[in-house]
């Protein structure tokens, strides 16, 4: 019988922040499109129901992946799966470049959340594996702060492009598609971390699975991952529109560079999980995050700018900590031969928290306009946010006292 646990490499010290890169880079192709959508707008013409539906688009992808071949990695190896990302990544951005009508923005949004779905569970696992020993909590920072970091300076870097270069939808892309070509080129000299790789031909469908051992973490990491990414897919989806339409800000950079606060205060928050203890950090976390889910409910309901920056701000501290904290119970109770797997059911969870909410938004947009429908979403997330922070502070208690 092929042995397929995960076997410690001889890697070098830089390896897994090689693969963090890497990751980085594909993540942030994710996000280009965000201050772009007005421009779309203007030169397609569609309404902001098909914003959200071309956003929502590119979560399903990243669903689909992970539901089909989310834990193949841990059959064929982790840089096989990676590279492939890499090249989809990469056939995103080029038709990105050729997107003259709706149809193919989907497919881009489309190709775009396979590669991230490739990334999502199996990057963060590959980076905790390269990483040598002793750095295993400094690799879970890197591994997420690559997610996130990668995400915010997707916006941020097409904002500032479409503002202050010429052709804005044309440039962004050229400048991913260099960053994915050197990614590939690094990621192909990685070492395999998987004992027993079998080919990449002989990959078959499969869901991620989830061992008997990490059943009674993962309720309540999958709620508050859910609630987090919900907060980020109304950023990256909606708030381009809100401030535009309702507050009056048309600059691409600064769009941008408010929905990179986001992702960046979400790395941030991450620093603080080591200190908190990851079973900790998730309750903690869904309490800030209710916070900035607050301070979007009064951007949204009074037309105010400053609470929609510290929303940004608390709200993506909170997404922060309640990730890291997530992702480290689940992979600390994950056997190694299943963490791809338990790892990606994970992220499952939190992307349906990307596509589900931002599509009721736009559904509720039309009807009751885009600030009540943000009101609408802001309460069911902290309803949310709450009940998993409420869950896991009786298993603590419970813990405690030995019940």
């Known amino acids: 019988m092929t042995d397929r646990r995960t076997a410690r490499p001889t890697t070098g010290r830089f390896h897994y922040l090689v ?34 539906v071309v ?10 992946v ?40 989907l497919l881009g949004r489309l ?35 690559a997610n996130m970091g990668g995400l915010g300076c997707g916006t941020l870097l097409s904002g500032v492009l479409a503002e202050y270069a010429p052709d804005p939808l044309v440039l962004p892309f050229v400048v991913h598609l260099a960053l994915v070509a050197g990614s590939f080129a690094l990621t192909l000299r990685l070492p395999e971390t998987v004992a027993g790789a079998r080919p990449p031909r002989t990959a078959r469908p499969d869901r991620p699975s989830l061992p008997p051992e990490v059943r009674r973490v993962f309720v309540p990491a999958g709620i508050a991952a859910f609630a987090g990414f919900s907060l980020l897919g109304v950023f990256t989806s909606v708030s381009p529109a809100f401030l535009g339409a309702d507050l009056g800000v048309h600059n691409h950079a600064v769009v941008g560079l408010i929905v990179f606060t986001a992702f960046f205060a979400s790395t941030l928050g991450q620093l603080l999980v080591p200190r908190l203890g990851t079973a900790r950090a998730i309750p903690l976390g869904c309490l800030v995050l209710i916070a900035g889910l607050a301070l979007l409910a009064v951007s949204l309901g009074w037309t105010v700018l400053a609470p929609l920056v510290l929303s940004a701000l608390v709200g993506g501290a909170g997404q922060g900590m309640a990730l890291r904290g997530a992702v480290g119970e689940v992979a600390a109770a994950s056997p190694a031969e299943h963490r791809g797997g338990a790892l990606s059911a994970l992220f499952v969870v939190a ?16 009807p009751v306009g885009l600030a009540h429908a943000g009101l609408v979403f802001a309460a069911c997330m902290a309803v949310l946010a709450a009940a998993s922070g409420a869950y896991l502070l009786r298993l603590a208690r419970a813990g405690a006292t030995g019940a």
Do not use: H, W
């Not at 590669?115 to 690799?139: I, K």
């Open 351 to 366: 992307y349906f928290g990307i596509s589900v909410p931002v599509i009721g938004v736009g559904l509720l947009t039309g």
């Open 55 to 64: 956003f929502a688009v590119y979560a399903f992808g990243v669903i689909g």
């Open 111 to 145: 190709l775009s959340g396979f590669s991230a779905g490739l990334f999502t569970g199996t990057g963060t696992a590959y980076v905790l594996e390269l990483a040598p020993p002793g750095q295993r909590t400094r690799a879970g920072f890197v591994a997420t702060a």
């Open 19 to 52: 693969a963090a890169a890497a990751f980085a880079v594909c993540m942030a192709g994710t996000t280009l499109p965000t201050p772009l959508y007005g421009l779309y707008q203007d030169e397609i013409g569609f309404s902001e129901l098909t914003v959200t």
């Open 66 to 105: 992970l539901l089909l071949v989310g834990n193949v990695s841990d059959t064929v190896g982790r840089r096989p799966v990676l590279l492939c990302g890499l090249v989809l990544a990469a056939c995103s951005a080029v038709v990105f470049l050729a997107s003259d009508d709706v149809p193919l923005l």
